[in-house]
């Protein structure tokens, strides 16, 4: 099946950093994808969809500039965390359209677990 | 703006039996997806099942089915001969037919499977 990837699994920042995770479609390509921010116990947040070559569109409530998103590829999005605070601290997952017959099939990534101190 | 519901914060089964997971959602669309979704500990989302609004035919999937019925707004997950593996997370999700490939996710279950 397809395969979706984030980078890296981790992360533990000092607070006021900023932390870039990554998110790659491996064997198909994608034009959409979307991040989740997930808390401990909770379900996921839809925070923006990232756009191949066009600017993300961000969940009300989410600062754009506080989580910068670049999909400059067909098969690479990044979530960019700026000036992390340590109640940026979640669970952040990715998925990726892959297009075919009918609306499209959703791939989740790994997810990526960020600590802030 | 559409909303799922999983009024069941915690299950449990015993191994071998069956059990039944709620969802109900609420939307104007008469064409659209609904699916559920595991979340085990290692926490990657894997897709259990998925239905589709204008099929009347409940989904299978070995040990795991859906009653769909539309009218209702209802979709809950029927996971007969329950294993130890099927202890997780598990999320009912809404995709509009024609609003792109975005989800809408229920608050989730947590399924405890007891040996």
């Known amino acids: 099946g397809a395969v979706v990837s984030q980078h890296p699994s981790r992360v533990i920042c000092k607070s006021g950093t900023s932390v870039k995770i990554e998110c790659r479609s491996l064997?198909?390509?994608?034009?959409?994808m979307f991040w989740y921010r997930q808390f401990p116990k909770q379900s996921l947040m839809l925070m923006a969809t990232?756009?191949?070559?066009?600017?993300?569109?961000?969940e009300q409530g989410v600062e754009k500039d506080k989580f910068l998103i670049n999909h400059a590829s067909l098969t690479l999005s990044t979530l960019t965390v700026t000036s992390a605070h340590p109640e940026d601290s979640s669970f952040y997952i990715c998925?990726?359209?892959?297009?075919?017959?009918?609306?499209?099939?959703?791939?989740f990534g790994e997810g990526s677990r960020l600590t802030v101190l | 703006a559409q909303t799922v519901t999983q009024s069941q914060p915690e299950m449990s089964v015993q191994e071998a039996e069956t059990v039944t997971l709620s969802c109900t959602y609420d939307?104007?669309?008469?064409?659209?997806?609904l699916f559920w979704y595991k979340q085990p500990p290692s926490r990657q989302m894997i897709l259990v099942i998925r239905q589709e609004a204008y099929k009347q035919q409940n989904a299978t999937e070995n040990r795991f089915s859906v009653n769909f019925q539309k009218a209702a707004k209802s979709f809950s997950l029927k996971i007969s001969d329950s294993q130890l593996g099927d202890a997780a997370m598990y999320f009912c999700a809404y995709r509009s037919y024609n609003a792109g490939n975005m989800l809408t996710f229920g608050g989730g279950t947590r399924l405890m499977v007891k040996p």
């Open positions: 990232s756009n191949e070559g066009s600017k993300a569109t961000y």
């Open positions: 064997d198909f390509q994608a034009t959409t």
């Open positions: 998925s990726a359209v892959r297009q075919g017959l009918g609306a499209g099939e959703l791939f």
């Open positions: 939307t104007s669309e008469s064409d659209y997806y």
